[in-house]
């Protein structure tokens, strides 16, 4: 088991850049265990989507087509945090981001973090 906090969310102007932290603590077993950390984001009418993800190592990372090349994903092990970097922001954008962890053995994304709100205004 592990809780997450979502951190960094706020109202940006399109082209406007924000970066979100993801902190995990409570682990009932060792950090080693994750095998992906990811983002998620919900627009408001609409399911919940992919955005990114990393590989524990951090040597590995996926996107969301529609962020490549403007968000970033990356680790800190040693602060247990996973933050997304989000550069030349558009309205659509506009969500709840959501933190969550896939553990190895699993195929899913299994614990989830309250969610951050982001706000990109036109």
């Known amino acids: 088991q592990v809780q997450l906090v979502e951190s960094g969310g706020g109202l940006v102007q399109a082209g406007g850049s924000l970066r979100l932290s993801c902190v995990a603590s409570?682990?009932?077993?060792?950090?080693?265990?994750?095998?992906?950390r990811g983002w998620f984001r919900q627009a408001p009418g609409k399911e919940r989507e992919f955005v990114a993800r990393?590989?524990?190592?951090?040597?590995?990372?996926d996107y969301a087509d529609s962020v490549k090349g403007r968000f970033t994903i990356s680790r800190d092990n040693a602060k247990d945090t996973v933050y997304l970097q989000m550069n030349s922001l558009k309205p659509e954008d506009t969500a709840v981001y959501y933190c969550?962890?896939?553990?190895?053995?699993?195929?899913?994304?299994?614990?989830w973090g309250q969610g951050t709100q982001v706000t990109v205004s036109s």
């Open positions: 969550a962890v896939r553990n190895r053995g699993s195929a899913a994304f299994a614990y």
């Open positions: 409570g682990r009932t077993v060792s950090s080693y265990a994750e095998y992906f």
């Open positions: 990393i590989s524990w190592s951090g040597d590995s990372s």
